[in-house]
Structures are given as structure tokens and as C-alpha cells.
């Protein structure tokens, strides 16, 4: 049975561990930082057979060289973003084969976030990094709007049941910012009161699940009347496409204090 756990790191990154049940080799994803993956490794007598990478932002690959060091792992990732240390360069379409862990993973191509981002999808889960957040999605840093929302739409059309592991806890300031962008959605302000309570428990509020995900996460939504109604309330002006309502309601984000 695969158990998918995560570590946290700097001040809201979770690396997340894939391991099979009987098995002491792991894959890491994202080790933003090491030290902390190391000593929850070295803990539980484990040892990583493998490090995925979704992008080259220093909060996901910061920890590398030291795992390589520690670890010699294979390290897959994007090939075309030059991160040292990725001895297994891979692109969307291509398959991982985890042999360790009797896994095998499609390789995603969602640019947006960065020029050159990836997720990883097999056995039900999807590793979505910084395209896709609890309630909310990425900034758009190196790519463009339109490529964002499409990665997004693909993500979107994934089985509902499948659980999504994004790499950072922003679920509450997300789903606050979904509240004011569509206030009669009441499943957004249960999910709300649920990931404030776990907070203030300490505990994760993900991984998500794309089902979720669809009915509580505004970008995921911006063919619905209501956030389409709320976007050109925004701009004062009729928007004509699901892609041009997430242009405004990302803008929007980027710009709320609330």
C-alpha cells in the first residue's frame, strides 16, 4: 500500500514522501530543505531510491545537492530548467518507473507557475507542486494566463477522487479569498471553518482531492456564473471565455490583503 506523508520545511513548504509499506526506499519530492527530510528519514530507518522535482524554485530544490550527498538518489526533473543535480531529465508524457515502490508515474506538463513546471500523476494521487493549491492556485511567475488556466482545466478533468498534494499550507488565506469571490458558496465556507480548525490544531490541511477542488476553488470554477459575475464586477466590463475570468480573479488574488 503506498502511504504519502509529508515533511515540513521553512515556513510552509511540505516535502512529500512516497513510501510503500515493507519497503526502507523512499521518494522525496521537492526537498526545498534537507536537514528536516533527513532526520524524519533517518528516524524511521528509511532511505531515498528516487527525488522528483516539479520546478526549479529554490523552496523545492533548495535541499538537493545535500540529499544527493547523503542519498545518491535519482533525481527526476524538468530537463529544459537546468537544475543541477537531475540525472533523469523528463518532460510531460513520459513515465517514471518507481520499481521500488511497484509505482510507475505519468509525467504532467503544467506550465504557468514557471515556464518548464511538472506534476506527477499514478495510483491515484497527483503531486501538483505550485500550479495547483488547496483552494486557491500558483502565481504566474514565468508563464502566461492562458497556459495557467489550461493547466489548471487538465488537472480539473482528472477522476474527482483523485488526492492532489500541493507543496504549501496557503489553504486558509485561499479559501477566505474564495469566500469573497463567491460568498454564496456555502461549501466554501465549510471547508473554510474545517481548515481553520486544523490549523489551529497544527495539523495539514492537504492533500485536496480534485472533487474538492472543484467545488471550493474559485480558479477551478471560472466557468460558473457566480465567480464569472464577481470577475466582471471586478473589471466593470463583460469577459468572454473561463480563461479570461481566471486572467481577473488571478490578478484579483494577487492583489488581495484580506
Keep these: 500500500m503506498l502511504h504519502v506523508w509529508p515533511v515540513e520545511v521553512l515556513a510552509d513548504n511540505y516535502v ?40 526549479h524554485h529554490h523552496d523545492h530544490v533548495g535541499g538537493l545537492a545535500e540529499i544527493v550527498d547523503c542519498f545518491h538518489p535519482a533525481v527526476f526533473g524538468a530537463g ?5 543535480g537531475v540525472d533523469h531529465p523528463v518532460e510531460g508524457g513520459d513515465l517514471i518507473p518507481l520499481t521500488d515502490l ?11 507557475h514557471t515556464a518548464n513546471h511538472l506534476g506527477f500523476l499514478g495510483s491515484g494521487i497527483v503531486l501538483v507542486g505550485d500550479t495547483l493549491f488547496a483552494g486557491g492556485c500558483g502565481r504566474i511567475f514565468e508563464g502566461t494566463v492562458e497556459q495557467m488556466h489550461q493547466s489548471l482545466t487538465g488537472l480539473a478533468g482528472l477522476p474527482r477522487e483523485t488526492k492532489a498534494y500541493c507543496a504549501h499550507e496557503y489553504t486558509v488565506a485561499n479559501l477566505r479569498f474564495g469566500r469573497k469571490v463567491e460568498p454564496v458558496n456555502t461549501a466554501i465556507a465549510d471547508r473554510l471553518a474545517a481548515a481553520e480548525a486544523a490549523r489551529n490544531e497544527d495539523q495539514p490541511t ?3 482531492t480534485i472533487g474538492w477542488e472543484l467545488e471550493t476553488n474559485v480558479f477551478l470554477r471560472c466557468n460558473h456564473p457566480a465567480v464569472a459575475d464577481a470577475a ?13 475570468v481566471f486572467g481577473v480573479v488571478r490578478a484579483w488574488k494577487d492583489d488581495w490583503r484580506g
Design 16 to 55: 512529500w514522501v512516497l513510501e510503500q509499506e515493507g519497503s526502507p526506499r523512499v521518494v522525496v519530492v521537492d526537498p526545498g530543505d534537507a536537514s528536516p527530510v533527513i532526520a524524519a528519514l533517518t528516524e524511521r530507518n528509511l532511505e531515498i531510491a528516487a527525488v522528483i522535482l516539479t520546478h
Design 80 to 84: 529544459s530548467d537546468g537544475i543541477p
Design 232 to 244: 466582471e464586477a471586478r473589471v466593470g466590463r463583460p469577459l468572454r471565455s473561463s480563461a479570461e
Design 206 to 208: 492537504v492533500p485536496s
Design 102 to 112: 511497484d509505482l510507475e508515474l505519468e509525467v504532467l506538463s503544467l506550465p504557468g
